[in-house]
Structure formats: C-alpha cells, structure tokens
C-alpha cells in the first residue's frame, strides 16, 4: 500500500506558474509510473501527464503539450507538475496517481493508488 500526497497548490494570476509535488508515504514512488489528473468544476477527470517509473517516458494530451511538464526526483521520492502559463480553464482539483505499468504510462493506464488532491486555482 502507498499513500500518496499532493502539495504546492493555492491561487495564481493568469500567465503565471506552479509546480505541484507528488510524494509517497509507505512506500517508495520510484517504483511506480505516475499520473497527475484534473477534476474542473462541474466536469470529468482529465488526464493531465504521466511519467514511467525511470523517467525515461512521458505522455501528455495534445492539449497541455507544451505548458505542463511532468518530472521525477526518485532519490527526493517526488513527482513533479510544472504548470506555465496558466489560463482560467486550469483551475481544477490536481491529483496524483500511482502505476504498477512498466508499458509508457498514459490516459489508459490502471493507477492503483490515489491522492487526496490539491486545489489550484487560476484568477483573471
């Protein structure tokens, strides 16, 4: 079992940046593929990024290409998700989430272990 913890989330203006951190209690996250998702209000789960267990492997949706990146420090034991110029439409409930997948992790992946989430919010 791992519990997962999300942190770095808060408000931000539109333009500007964040880094969501991942970390692990119970068990090393070095082990695992990651994947950050977002819940807006009133919508779905959305798939924001994943990164293999190495690092070596990333996916993301067409539509964050470019403005998220997802990294990994496994000696930190942490996921990182670097958000740059944020846009309203970004404000969500951000979790992270763990993979036994050795395939290139993405959208369709089984993620086994959940966080709680962190809330970011994008004001105008």
């Known amino acids: 079992q791992v519990q997962l913890g999300e942190s770095g989330g808060g408000l931000v203006q539109a333009g500007g940046s964040v880094r969501l951190s991942c970390t692990a209690a119970?068990?090393?996250?070095?082990?695992?593929?990651v994947g950050w998702f977002r819940q807006c209000p009133g919508k779905g789960r959305e798939f924001v990024a994943a990164?293999?267990?190495?690092?070596?492997?990333?996916y993301y949706p067409d539509s964050l290409k470019g403005r998220f990146t997802i990294s990994r420090d496994n000696a930190k034991n942490t996921v990182y998700l670097q958000m740059n110029s944020l846009k309203l439409e970004d404000t969500a409930v951000y979790y992270c989430?763990?993979?036994?997948?050795?395939?290139?992790?993405?959208?369709?992946?089984?993620?086994?272990?959940w966080g709680q989430g962190t809330q970011v919010t994008v004001s105008s």
């Open positions: 989430a763990a993979s036994w997948t050795t395939l290139p992790p993405g959208p369709n992946s089984k993620y086994d272990y």
């Open positions: 119970g068990r090393t996250l070095a082990s695992y593929a």
């Open positions: 990164i293999s267990w190495s690092g070596g492997s990333t």
